[in-house]
């Protein structure tokens, strides 16, 4: 029997989304859950990542978790396995989720009796970076093997994103054009006030600052 | 000074772009350019990859490179310094290319003396697997850090693709879950066509299959 459901979701009636957005954060806020949205490029470690977070947090949140994806069901059956609320969204071909494609699994989720819900975006960096998925805050990971040139590709990504995990860093030895302090001056550049911080979802190493900062983050959310 | 041009182009006014696209392979067909779509997730090593593809081949053949990326123009950069044409096509935000994006390039580039053009498509798996670009045959690039489930989770782009280059395997000891087997499998499952090589960009492993492969191709089309 299967820990988790899947959803369809349907595209967006709204044409305003960013107003559909700042609606959907509204009745979070009311509710007291905070939504992150959590966007990489395919395979950067979202996953992997979360299962970690999800090991530290569990103990003194509720978390739910909602993967999104074109097709499968491997990432849910992953978070199930944790032990956590999952549900695996299917966007029928969209590259992105919106607010109200986010609100309809929210729905069917059920999100009253959870502190933190995280949307596990579709494994892009464009698309999901145009539309505001109605979330608390925005984290983006970009993986040492893509390269420390991507803040120049992918400029709106790292523009949207209040918290950027570079991850894989214990594979730093192996990809070593991976420029550390260009990479973080190039996200500053775009994004003054983003966090950065160096992580491996592989190994745990610097978890802590961004557990901290997450902590931090919610709390401050729920005052 | 420059040794390339940037382009801006504009989102298609055809409705039907699968008729556009054919009406673009027939014209490339009559010159006798032979339009390779290079599509990869962000940082997979596609212009890497590129690279070395030209340094075996540009000694035969007459090659050019559209580079489109959202923003910046680090590839074409890269690309012109391998001594071969090279033009940057900026997509305006677009997750994709069009046959007609294609063909604005393609004009402001001059193909009638090139053999090949490779077009290195948005680093995205999602939308470039949706348009046809009218390009001759799909090449898809899957690096070893991404993953052994991508076929899962992104099949149209595998569908799509008459062969996949899994990259960066001198990696393959690093990231030692990647199952090699695998991967093979679910690609054949979606396009039991596709023709799949494992390579490095990085040490030169594999190419001999991948130039002979693309060779065989372009002479096939050529005839």
Redesign the interface.
């Known amino acids: 029997m299967k820990e988790y459901k899947i959803i369809e979701v349907k595209r967006s009636v709204f044409a305003d989304n960013d107003a559909d957005a700042a609606r959907l954060r509204e009745e979070l806020k009311e509710e007291g859950t905070f939504l992150l949205n959590l966007m990489s ?4 470690g979202k996953t992997t990542l979360l299962k970690r977070t999800i090991a530290l947090l569990k103990d003194e949140l509720n978390i739910g978790v909602m993967e999104a ?4 069901e ?1 990432d849910a059956q992953a978070i199930a396995a944790e032990g956590v609320r999952a549900i695996q969204i299917h966007t029928g ?1 969209m ?1 992105h989720l919106d607010a109200d494609m986010t609100r309809q699994g929210l729905k069917e989720f059920g999100t009253q009796d959870l502190d933190l819900v995280v949307l596990e975006n ?6 999901p970076a ?1 539309f505001d998925t109605g979330s608390t805050k925005n984290a983006m990971i970009l ?1 040492v ?3 420390d ?2 803040p ?5 990504m790292f523009t949207v994103c209040d918290v950027v995990l570079i991850n ?1 860093c214990d ?1 730093l030895g ?1 990809f070593d054009d991976f420029d550390k302090d260009a990479v973080k001056e190039r996200i500053r550049k775009l994004n003054p006030n983003a966090e950065v911080f160096y992580v491996s979802a592989k190994t745990g190493e610097g978890f802590d600052g961004w557990i901290e900062w997450l902590r931090g983050q919610i709390q401050a959310y729920r005052q």
């Open positions: 490029s395919p395979g950067a994806d074109i097709d499968s491997v071909g590259c579709v494994g892009n960096l464009v698309c145009e993986s093997p893509e390269g040139d991507k120049l590709k992918y400029p709106l894989k594979t192996v």
